[in-house]
């Protein structure tokens, strides 16, 4: 059973760049996307983007132009970055395996860390 | 982007009782769509994904089903352990985009 686990400043100051790892455990990153997933307090779930163990990614465009999500297979993490916070930016971060299964094209978030609550505050 | 509406955005029901939740998406994603649970302060769980596939281990009160741009997610008899917020998500082609989350309630 794959294990994923977020670590990271829970502070961050405006106009500085967030930087969160997700520590991959108990299987194999290959064969997978990994998604960054964020949730503002109170509020829904924003999809931030996502990486395959061969390096091709997609992001969102709302934040394409301040993301950057990578993947080390030899220290099973998966990293993002996101630069020039602002307090929009407050939210707590999930990292999730992303499945693909049958033909391929069909995907779910089928294992999710437990999350980290990042504020962006001065 | 295709936008995924959900309603109603909260609702309240008894244990028993038979709850249906809707999501709408902006446009045609066949059998593309998942949906989750989350209690609070918890990660989100996969339920159902390609519209009415269940997990495993989850029970078999909950089920999908719907097409096109209307679906559905009902809990035939809802039990404690159901009262959470719902999301359904699209897989058609990125970027993948939520509902706004149905708050499943105690009546």
């Known amino acids: 059973q794959v294990q994923l686990g977020e670590s990271g400043p829970a502070v961050v100051k405006p106009a500085e760049t967030l930087s969160l790892t997700c520590n991959v455990s108990?299987?194999?990153?290959?064969?997978?996307?990994w998604s960054w997933i964020r949730q503002s307090p109170g509020q829904g779930l924003e999809w931030i983007g996502h990486?395959?163990?061969?390096?091709?990614?997609d992001y969102s465009p709302a934040l394409e132009s301040r993301v950057t999500i990578s993947l080390d297979t030899s220290k099973k993490q998966v990293s993002l970055k996101l630069t020039s916070v602002t307090a929009a930016d407050t939210a707590k971060y999930y990292c999730?395996?992303?499945?693909?299964?049958?033909?391929?094209?069909?995907?779910?978030?089928?294992?999710w860390g437990q999350g980290i609550l990042v504020t962006v505050s001065s | 982007d295709i936008q995924m509406t959900q309603f109603p955005a909260s609702l309240s029901a008894s244990i028993g009782d038979r709850v249906t939740i809707t999501c709408r998406a902006s446009?045609?994603?066949?059998?593309?769509i998942n949906w989750y649970k989350q209690k609070s302060g918890e990660a989100p769980k996969l339920l159902i994904f390609?519209?009415?596939s269940l997990e495993g281990g989850v029970p078999s009160r909950f089920s999908g089903g719907g097409s096109g741009t209307d679906f559905t997610l009902t809990i035939s008899s809802l039990q404690p352990d159901d009262f959470a917020t719902y999301y359904c998500?699209?897989?058609?082609?990125?970027?993948?985009?939520f509902g706004q989350g149905t708050k499943v309630e105690i009546k």
């Open positions: 999730a395996r992303e499945n693909y299964y049958g033909t391929g094209s069909y995907s779910k978030f089928d294992q």
């Open positions: 108990g299987g194999s990153m290959t064969s997978s996307y």
């Open positions: 990486i395959h163990f061969t390096g091709r990614s």
């Open positions: 446009q045609n994603i066949d059998s593309f």
């Open positions: 390609a519209k009415y």
């Open positions: 998500q699209h897989n058609y082609n990125v970027p993948w985009t």
